[in-house]
């Protein structure tokens, strides 16, 4: 079976650094990914993560390790406009299951 | 990555008609693309999986009959819901497939 957990809500400063986990029980495991959707829009693609290890990418970083079934992604410099949904999903590009989301608000 | 559009962004229609949602990629050939579904406050549901040239594959649970995937040429695959229910309101999103998944801005329905 598929499953997939994250919390559902956070909150941080700005300016902060925060950290949203996720972790997976999934078949044919191929990749973790994140996704960051802003209400009423479509995701648009963060982050993949095939190997154990940490991946950087500006301000975004996004962790894996295979044998926990564990992923967190690492938001950092917090601004404003990183108020979202974060989406884990795992799978292949041709197969992704997403989790439920986490809602990141930042405050002032 | 992919740019993938979505028409229309939103459309509000009485009960019992028929909607067409129409997904195209603009900048690459996609022999294959995805029909998700998301409801408030709850992540993207999987719905079908659209082939170019052959049957769609539907999850799970999904009516093939109500939900048509039409996915005639490399670069269109439509979603046409047919006599939409109030409880068929929600956001439809399309997506291609390369490295990753490319999203199209989705199409919001609202059946009254």
């Known amino acids: 079976g598929q499953n997939i957990d994250q919390p559902t809500e956070m909150t941080a400063t700005e300016g902060a650094i925060v950290q949203i986990n996720c972790t997976y029980q999934?078949?044919?495991?191929?990749?973790l990914f994140w996704y960051q959707q802003h209400a009423g829009e479509a995701p648009t693609f963060l982050s993949y993560n095939v190997l154990d290890g940490l991946e950087e990418k500006g301000r975004f970083s996004s962790f894996l390790s295979r044998s926990k079934g564990y992923s967190y992604l690492l938001l950092k410099e917090l601004q404003m406009k990183d108020s979202a949904s974060y989406l884990c999903?795992?799978?292949?590009?041709?197969?992704?299951?997403f989790g439920t989301g986490t809602r990141l608000t930042v405050i002032p | 990555g992919a740019v993938v559009s979505q028409h229309p962004s939103w459309v509000i229609c009485k009960s019992g008609t028929s909607v067409k949602i129409e997904c195209r990629s603009l900048d690459f050939q996609a022999t294959t693309m995805f029909w998700y579904r998301q409801f408030p406050k709850q992540s993207l549901m999987l719905m079908a999986t659209?082939?170019?040239?052959?049957?769609?594959?539907?999850e799970q649970g999904v009516e093939k009959d109500k939900f048509l995937i039409n996915h005639a040429s490399l670069t269109l695959s439509t979603l046409t819901v047919t006599s939409a229910h109030p409880e068929d309101s929600s956001f439809y999103i399309c997506s291609t497939t390369g490295e990753t998944q490319y999203f199209g801005p989705g199409t919001r329905l609202l059946v009254l």
């Open positions: 999934t078949s044919g495991f191929n990749g």
């Open positions: 999903a795992s799978g292949g590009a041709n197969n992704l299951f």
């Open positions: 659209s082939n170019e040239g052959s049957k769609a594959t539907y």
